[in-house]
């Protein structure tokens, strides 16, 4: 079938699949808890359509709510999925208005997503990854008009900033970008998110590890570790981890102290000392001697950032390290497969909402394959 939204169909399986969706107890509450919301005035239309096409723009990989009712309406299966009536552009965008008001409704429904999910696989944010990705405003943020020209008196998107972004093997160089960031903590065994906070271009990432990490916690995720880049190593990062039950699992920066080989194990004139586990309730690595001559053969080292609990020497630290790719893994699947970008709505607020629905429509995907498989990220 050509698609007169200009973009391609998606299988008749994907309707298939957001029927499925719509059906499960998770979202048919929000459509539920949206219901009780109105009091007044025309019905309008049926929610469940309303919800569905938010559901179908990320099913269906497209950026604007314009061309998602465009295709809503060509397509029969999506249709029927959906109720049987298509909404038109003007409704899809008073709902996105309404899900900002009642954001505690859409926060609920993917608690209970989450919940649910973790109940099916126990190991589900066991180990977490945490790190920040940059999302490109739908804006020009240039200082000036034009080249040695007068300095821009309004910008399209004032929340958005000037921010940095890292070099890709699609982007050389890295540099300066103007957006916002989104920052989250993903399950490094399943690829899926558990938390995110999306925050201006400016902000970095080491800003926001802390609230991610509670953000988890409040969810019900008691995370045994915790990957994190070169850019989160700091004192308060690891100590932040450690107080929350977490061991911290992250390389270090070439400080004075780590130029110096304040990190590296104890040596003695047997040899360098071997690690000889560790204790969360004394908060210390022990080390021993490799041969067991000296007085005392063993001692125990306060746990800080120079030596955490699992020594970054090991190969357990080295294996949960490697999941650090996950985070990475994931935000590419939610920006190209998902359409988390490009991005088509400004102000931070809209931002948020549509990184909300985006993540809501893969977490309830993923939730919707446990239940006839295995989990599928």
């Known amino acids: 079938m050509d698609s007169k939204a200009g973009s391609t169909v998606a299988p008749r399986s994907a309707a298939s699949e957001l029927?499925?969706?719509?059906?499960?107890?998770?979202?048919?509450?929000?459509?539920?808890?949206?219901?009780n919301t109105r009091w007044t005035g025309r019905p309008g239309y049926p929610l469940r359509a309303m919800v569905g096409v938010a559901l179908a723009k990320s099913l269906y990989s497209i950026p604007?709510?314009?061309?998602?009712?465009?295709?809503?309406?060509?397509?029969?299966?999506?249709?029927?999925?959906?109720?049987?009536?298509?909404?038109s552009v003007y409704a899809a965008y008073r709902f996105a208005a309404k899900l900002r008001v009642y954001s505690d409704l859409l926060?609920?429904?993917?608690?209970?997503?989450?919940?649910?999910?973790?109940?099916?696989?126990p190991e589900f944010g066991r180990d977490l990854a945490i790190d920040a990705s940059d999302l490109p405003a739908y804006a020009n943020g240039q200082r000036?008009?034009?080249?040695?020209?007068?300095?821009?008196?309004?910008?399209?998107?004032?929340?958005?900033?000037w921010g940095h972004r890292s070099a890709v093997s699609t982007r050389k160089g890295g540099g300066g970008f103007y957006g916002f960031k989104v920052h989250a903590a993903v399950c490094a065994r399943t690829d899926l998110p558990v938390a995110w906070q999306v925050e201006t271009a400016r902000a970095h990432e080491s800003s926001f590890a802390t609230a991610?990490?509670?953000?988890?916690?409040?969810?019900?995720?008691?995370?045994?570790?915790?990957?994190?880049?070169m850019g989160y190593d700091t004192e308060a990062i690891h100590a932040a981890c450690e107080a929350r039950g977490s061991r911290p699992?992250?390389?270090?920066?070439?400080?004075?102290?780590v130029k110096r080989g304040d990190h590296r194990p104890p040596e003695c004139e047997h040899g360098t000392w071997t690690f000889a586990g560790s204790d969360p309730a004394r908060g210390a690595p022990k080390w021993r001697c490799p041969t067991g001559d000296c007085s005392p053969a063993s001692r125990w080292i306060k746990a800080d950032r120079l030596h955490p609990l699992v020594p970054r020497e090991s190969k357990r630290w080295k294996s949960l390290y490697r999941?650090?790719?996950?985070?990475?893994?994931?935000?590419?699947?939610?920006?190209?497969?998902?359409?988390?970008?490009?991005?088509?709505v400004r102000g931070i607020e809209r931002v948020r909402l549509h990184a909300d629905l985006t993540i809501l429509a893969k977490l309830a995907s993923a939730l919707a394959k446990t239940r006839t498989g295995p989990l599928l990220a």
Request: hydrophobic residues 35%; neutral net charge.
């Open 19 to 35: 029927r499925v969706l719509l059906d499960s107890p998770e979202i048919a509450g929000l459509v539920c808890d949206l219901a």
């Open 64 to 87: 604007t709510w314009t061309r998602t009712v465009a295709l809503v309406r060509e397509h029969d299966a999506l249709r029927e999925a959906i109720g049987g009536e298509c909404p």
């Open 107 to 121: 926060d609920s429904c993917i608690a209970r997503v989450l919940e649910r999910l973790r109940a099916e696989r």
């Open 144 to 161: 000036y008009l034009s080249k040695n020209g007068p300095e821009r008196k309004r910008y399209s998107d004032p929340d958005a900033s």
């Open 212 to 229: 991610l990490l509670d953000a988890a916690k409040d969810r019900g995720f008691a995370a045994e570790t915790t990957a994190l880049d």
């Open 249 to 257: 699992i992250i390389p270090l920066k070439q400080t004075p102290g």
């Open 323 to 344: 999941g650090r790719g996950s985070v990475e893994r994931e935000f590419g699947r939610l920006k190209n497969e998902w359409a988390l970008l490009p991005l088509r």
